[in-house]
């Protein structure tokens, strides 16, 4: 019983993260990770977008001597948007607020990757704020397609 157990929460998180990646927008970025998260950050900011943190993950891992490309992480909201949507599912709080991570690949490639808000709400089974989610995933990727763009 117990090795049937294990094979079905094996089985459910496998799919979960299936779900997950193919949820996940991402962009590639004509830009390097330092200019892209700067870009990202400048235009959220432009819009009235708090930025909550930014995290230098390579940094982080450089002071703990490992080696690690580029990778930032933005953590950006607006808590009135973000309070409406735990309005409607308080558990959406575990997503808010919202993230982008900028990363460069193995080939020197960058990369603006997000969850679409969209995916969120099906994520924390969210009844109403169907248009509030809509323009949420509208505002992020039109933060985002301007980011890594020239």
């Known amino acids: 019983m ?19 990646a193919e949820n996940m927008v991402k962009m590639q970025s004509t830009h390097s990770v330092q200019e892209t998260a700067d870009r990202f950050t400048a235009i959220a900011e432009s819009k009235g977008l708090n930025i909550f943190a930014r995290i230098d993950h390579q940094k982080n891992a450089e002071a703990v001597d490992l080696d690690l490309r580029p990778t930032q992480l933005i953590i950006f909201g607006n808590p009135k948007v973000g309070t409406l ?7 959406m709080g575990l997503d808010l607020p919202l993230k982008v991570l900028v990363t460069e690949d193995d080939r020197q490639q960058v990369w603006l990757s997000y969850y679409d808000p969209i995916y969120l709400k099906s ?13 949420v995933s509208g505002v ?11």
């Not at 949507?85 to 558990?91: A, D, F, T, Y």
Request: charge should be positive; hydrophobic fraction near 40%; glycine fraction near 6%.
């Open 85 to 91: 949507l735990m309005q409607c599912e308080q558990s």
């Open 2 to 20: 117990i090795k049937l157990t294990s094979l079905g929460a094996l089985v459910l998180s496998v799919s979960f993260s299936l779900n997950a």
């Open 123 to 135: 994520v924390h089974n969210m009844e109403g704020c169907g248009k509030v989610i809509e323009k």
């Open 140 to 150: 992020l990727s039109a933060l985002s397609s301007s980011s890594v763009s020239k």
